[in-house]
Each structure stands twice: as C-alpha cells, then as structure tokens.
Nanobody
Framework: QPVESGGGLVQAGGSLRLSCSAS???????IGWFRQAPGKEREGVSG????????YNVDAVKGRFTISVDNAKNTVYLQMNSLKSEDTAVYYC????????????????????WGQGTLVTVSS
C-alpha cells in the first residue's frame, strides 16, 4: 500500500511537494495522483509510468504540477507550484499497471492499491 506525505497549509501562489512511497519496487507499477475536494468526486491529477518515464497531467494542473520518480528511494513526487484555492483537496496516490493517461477516469483505477491521502489546503 502506498503512503503519501507532504500535505499542509500553503498560501495561494505557493508550492508543496507531495511524496508517494511504496514497498517493493516502484518500477512494478504506474503511479497516479488523484484528489478529492469536499463535496466533489475524486479526480485524476497526474500519472507516471515509472519504468519508461512517460507522464500525464490533466489540463487543470498543466504547467503547474510536475510528477517524477526517484527509483533509488522507491518514491514518486508531485511538485505543485502556483497553487490555487481550487487545488484544496485530499490528495491520494495509487499504484496499478494502468497507462498514465487513464487517471482521467478514476474508476479505471478501482483495483489499484490506494494510500490514505494527505490534505492540501490552499488559502487565498
């Protein structure tokens, strides 16, 4: 089961880096970052194929969020810059063998191994 960390409170325009750590080799999986704001459905944010390195970001975060992998640390990072109040949500990472672009449809990750989530709050 992956474990997220790095959430917190930040002012609009600020930055945070989330981490997703997994036991075993993270190269065995694709990692997706998802988020769920209060009263809203879970949505995909960013995904990465840790073996070949291709990534996918949804339009709402393109140019602001960057997903990357450190194989030596078995950790995937989500660098979030220029944060907005609408980025406030609980962020989850999930591990599965799905192509990164499929994060657009979170239901496709229903068999993934999910973390417990980390809260990101952006104050305006």
């Amino acid at each position: 089961q992956p474990v997220e960390s790095g959430g917190g409170l930040v002012q609009a325009g600020g930055s945070l880096r989330l981490s997703c750590s997994a036991s075993g080799s993270i190269l065995d999986y694709a990692i997706g970052w998802f988020r769920q704001a209060p009263g809203k459905e879970r949505e995909g944010v960013s995904g990465i194929d840790t073996k070949i390195g291709n990534t996918y970001n949804v339009d709402a975060v393109k140019g602001r969020f960057t997903i990357s992998v450190d194989n030596a640390k078995n950790t995937v990072y989500l660098q979030m810059n220029s944060l907005k109040s609408e980025d406030t949500a609980v962020y989850y990472c999930a591990a599965d063998k799905m192509p990164p672009h499929t994060i657009r449809l979170p239901a496709l990750w229903h068999q993934a191994s999910w973390g417990q989530g980390t809260l990101v709050t952006v104050s305006s």
